[in-house]
């Protein structure tokens, strides 16, 4: 795909405890064109966070390992790629995070303009404009900064970068938080579950914010959620995780419409309005210590067959830009090419 900007192939890792090796993420494929907004979306567990993770080079090194799989990302293969390269060039910078829990983000000693401009001493874009002075860029820097500030609509910009992190609300800190990942200028942010901890009013203000800025300058967003509702006001296309495994792929009209694999109906079924959280469906999400062999959600559906039992389904279209994992789809398939 010319526009291609990134693209995961058979991402297999696991986390080896004294428990076992549990299987997180099991030939996981998935790939984003530039400035698109993609869901992640799954029941708690099912590996969205993981995933993040892989992508940013910041699995726990003591306990995860990563079996198999490229991540091809602006032509380079992040996995292989010199640690040095990865935080220079790609973490923070190429790719931005926004994490589960923006609170453990900034370090409460410091006050949060100090923390933003030590961000912009490694991670500024004006780094690559060599003839720029240490003095000038730093001048430049602090200017973006307020502008980026505005752009997230702090009430009060001029005041926020003196302040502690425990001096502004949630809200505002998730606020901060956006305008530190788009302040590098990156081609991918990944939120993950960038809301979670706020209001519902808030929740609404702030995801609308991230779409606006990520359109504006053409950024792409992993955003991975719970929240169905939250995946239909914001995403382009929708992505959806069971145990390790993605299952569906479609764009957002079509996920909503048309699903086709049976847990993504039973995802939707569930929900007692189209604005709401994922609530529990019928059974329980496997050990990924001991998983189910072939499709993981097998144990939980009714149109199970031996196949599903032994064998992984291999991606199949429903429609040229709609991708199914099932042997028993609810709808009619074509065999990917
Ligand atoms: N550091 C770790 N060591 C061992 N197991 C881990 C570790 N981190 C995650 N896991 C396991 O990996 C699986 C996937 O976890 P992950 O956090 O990626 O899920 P998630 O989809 O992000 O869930 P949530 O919606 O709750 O954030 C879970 O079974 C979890 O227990
Ligand atoms: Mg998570």
């Known amino acids: 795909m010319h526009d291609e900007l990134i693209s995961i192939r058979d991402l297999r890792v696991s986390f080896v405890s004294d428990a076992g090796v549990a299987r997180v993420l099991d030939g996981v494929d998935l790939a984003m064109r530039t400035g698109e907004i993609r869901g992640l979306v799954g029941e708690s567990g099912c590996g969205k ?138 081609r991918l942010v990944i939120a993950d579950e960038p809301t979670t901890a ?16 990520a359109r504006d300058q053409g950024v792409a967003v992993l955003f991975t959620t719970h929240d169905l509702g939250a995946a239909y006001e914001i995403c382009d296309r929708i992505t959806v995780m069971y145990a390790g495994q993605e299952v569906e792929e479609a764009p957002v009209g079509a996920f909503f419409e048309r699903p086709s694999h049976p847990y993504t109906r039973k995802l939707l079924d569930s929900l007692p309005s189209s604005a709401a959280a994922i609530r529990g469906i019928a059974g329980e999400i496997p050990r990924l210590i001991d998983p189910p062999p072939g499709c993981r959600f097998h144990p939980r559906c009714e149109r199970a067959s031996d196949a599903c039992r032994s064998v992984r389904p291999a991606p199949s279209l429903v429609e040229p830009d709609h991708v199914v994992r099932c042997h028993h789809p609810l709808h009619e398939t074509e065999t990917v090419a």
């Open 49 to 186: 966070t993981t995933l993040a993770r892989a992508i940013l080079g910041i699995l726990p090194r003591d306990a995860a390992r990563i079996e198999s799989g490229t991540i091809h990302f602006q032509g380079a293969d992040l996995l292989h790629l010199p640690e040095d390269r990865l935080a220079g060039e790609v973490r923070g910078r190429k790719i931005a995070y926004i994490p589960q829990d923006p609170s453990t983000a900034f370090n409460p000693v410091f006050t949060i303009g100090t923390q933003i401009l030590d961000l912009l001493r490694f991670k500024s874009p004006l780094l690559e404009q060599k003839e720029l002075g240490t003095r000038a860029r730093r001048q430049r820097d602090l200017a973006r900064v307020q502008e980026y500030l505005r752009l997230v609509q702090l009430p009060n910009p001029e005041t926020v970068l003196e302040k502690y992190p425990h001096e502004v609300s949630g809200g505002q800190r998730q606020r901060l938080m956006i305008a530190m990942a788009l302040l590098t200028e990156p």
């Open 198 to 213: 706020l209001d519902v009013t808030v929740q609404a203000q702030i995801l609308k914010l991230l779409k606006e800025l």
